[in-house]
């Protein structure tokens, strides 16, 4: 320890930005995780904790007090740039945690105890109560997948909650949710279960000294006393006891987990998982529909199950012929394509009556509360020439849209049909002629051998790329289709003439909205100025020009009020650069 302690001394004399040290030091340094714990307590005694990276925090998570998010998609705001609001903040029960302006507080996602970023509050408690809880609530400094972050070599992340742009629920985080911290000395946000020793405990709250050369003493001096900081222990032995119940769900073996996962997935499968919704990523799918099936008291950790990742769990069931999935090459995660809704498995399963009621309870009260008819967006594939010979071989409409579920049971019913499933690999599929035409014909090189056989999991996904995909968006009587892939609304902020804020809409004909009555409604939902024009060399295509930066309230109108996706909403706040 001393010998890491005097590196670590001598690394802060020569270091100018002690942000970057720390980064690396986090995860790069050759330490036990006791010894990362130290090295951060010191250099948070040392210097004031408005500088603590998120590498620091998730060694150690309640070094400061934390707002948490009302869900994991608010954390797309967050990773995008933004600033926290108010509004995004989920206020516990006994009410808003007292806190002043300008101190550094971070934030986390509900069920992940990791922090996501950290900032400095823009107003006190009493300030923001009398403001009604509205406006910016922390100006954000640094954050996951910020720049200082994809500095770092590795890209570190601290659990599998943690996707390219957006953290949700650690799927192996157990334990309750903890109250907000609402000290106003944050040092002293670390209590007696994470620094034992009176030494440690008092000299983190006095440790806001501003001259350097006191600071090296400060450190050496404590270099007997750090011995003693130790990492948090496991307290579930103190905290009263669970209900038997609970207790033995949390000791499922891996067999049981796995049956579990599988039940859960068909579950969500024949009540929230629609095919209009189709694609959604995997992260989605956990969070949004497999947890929520779950027996109470139950945790599901898919790292306790056979297949380790979600990931791998995803490929696995695709493997099957039950779902499609395939990897998104660019974030880097699985997503889900289609379900095969004739599937042995998904017919044999017989939903839980009380959960789908649940859902269909929840699904009406959303269109009775909305405004607007309720929006259906999905995306659809039409047979090209290379796939024809497989729809007319089993006798399906060659004319006609299909969704990516709907699209994959062809194929399936195809090597049903001509009993293509390789004998000594269930996994795979023997390919035929016909179906090597349509999957391959034109898309292997000169020269190239053409494939023999491929695996069940890549065969839905394949399939779809050789068809002509099209979206179809509906809103009452109102249906139109077209060619190609459904394009995103795009919203930007960015400064006009010295400081003001102008935000711009677009891309709103693709969901049945029409630009002037738009403007209309922003001019008085907003109190502002608004504007229409037509989008240079897309004749038919309009914009609507918000005075303003209304970015955040603009996005969750358009989800309120219109019913538009939040995967098809992008943000882009300029102001921020």
């Known amino acids: 320890m001393g010998c890491y302690l005097s590196t670590f001394v001598y690394l802060m004399k020569l270091c100018v930005n002690l942000k970057s040290c720390m980064s690396c030091g986090s995860y790069s340094f050759i330490l036990v995780s006791i010894t990362i714990v130290h090295l951060i307590l010191i250099w948070n005694m040392v ?4 500088n603590i990276t998120v590498y620091a925090l998730w060694k ?6 934390a707002f948490t998010l009302k869900g994991g998609e608010v954390s797309r705001f967050i990773l995008g740039g933004a600033d926290l609001m108010f509004p995004g903040i989920s206020i516990p029960t006994e009410g808003l945690p007292s806190f ?4 550094p507080w971070s934030i986390k996602v509900p069920g992940n ?10 107003m006190s408690s009493n300030e923001a109560l009398k403001a009604g809880l509205r406006g910016k609530a922390l100006r954000i400094a640094h954050y996951y997948k910020d720049s200082l972050w994809d500095s770092a070599d590795g890209r570190y992340v601290p659990n599998e909650g943690f ?5 949700v629920e650690d799927p192996n985080y157990a ?8 000290s106003e000395d944050h040092a002293e946000g670390m209590d007696d279960s994470t620094i034992e020793g009176e030494e440690a405990a008092v000299d983190v709250s006095e440790s806001h000294i501003r001259d350097p050369v006191i600071h090296i003493e400060a450190v050496e001096d404590l270099t007997s006393g750090v011995s003693e900081v130790k990492l948090p222990e496991d307290k579930t032995s103190e905290e009263p006891s669970q209900p038997t119940e609970e207790r033995e769900h949390q000791n499922l073996s891996t067999e049981e987990i796995d049956s579990l996962l599988e039940k859960c997935l068909l579950q969500a499968l024949h009540t929230s998982v629609k095919d209009k919704d189709l694609p959604i990523l995997g992260s989605t799918l956990w969070s949004n529909h497999i947890l929520p099936y779950r027996p109470p008291g139950v945790t599901l950790d898919i790292k306790k199950s056979s297949h380790k990742k979600l990931s791998k769990w995803l490929q696995s069931k695709s493997s099957s012929g039950l779902i499609s999935a395939k990897e998104d090459k660019h974030k880097r995660e699985v997503m889900l394509l289609g379900v095969n809704r004739g599937h042995p498995d998904y017919i044999a399963f017989r939903p839980e009556k009380k959960v789908q009621e649940l859902v269909e309870r929840h699904d009406n009260v959303i269109a009775e509360g909305s405004s607007t008819n309720q929006l259906e967006v999905a995306e659809i594939y039409k047979p090209s020439s290379h796939v024809n010979p497989i729809f007319m071989a089993v006798g399906a409409d060659t004319g006609k849209y299909y969704s990516a579920s709907e699209a994959s049971d062809i194929v399936f019913r195809y090597i049903e049909k001509e009993n293509l499933v390789k004998p000594t690999d269930k996994a795979k599929v023997t390919l035929d002629a016909a179906l090597c035409d349509a999957l391959y014909k034109g898309a292997i090189k000169k020269g190239s051998a053409y494939p023999t056989e491929i695996h069940k999991r890549d065969l839905g996904s394949t399939f779809l790329n050789r068809m002509q995909i099209h979206h179809r968006v509906s809103r009452g009587d109102e249906v139109i289709i077209r060619k190609g892939a459904i394009r995103t609304v795009q919203i930007m902020t960015e400064r006009r003439q010295g400081n003001k804020k102008m935000t711009r809409v677009s891309g709103l004909e693709c969901f049945l909205m029409d630009a002037d009555s738009l403007a209309s409604e922003l001019q008085k939902k907003f109190a502002c100025s608004t504007t229409t024009a037509e989008l240079p060399g897309k004749k038919g295509q309009h914009e609507v020009l918000v005075q303003g930066g209304v970015i955040d309230d603009l996005a969750k109108h358009l989800v309120d009020h219109y019913g538009v996706p939040k995967r098809f909403i992008e943000v882009l706040d300029k102001t921020k650069r």
Do not use: H, R, W
């Open 47 to 50: 210097y004031n904790d408005e």
């Open 113 to 122: 105890p990791a922090p996501i970023a950290v900032g400095a509050t823009t």
């Open 100 to 103: 002043q302006a300008g101190k």
């Open 175 to 182: 334990s309750p949710s903890q109250p907000i911290d609402s």
């Open 163 to 167: 996707y390219d742009d957006i953290v």
């Open 60 to 65: 150690v998570p309640d070094m400061l007090p």
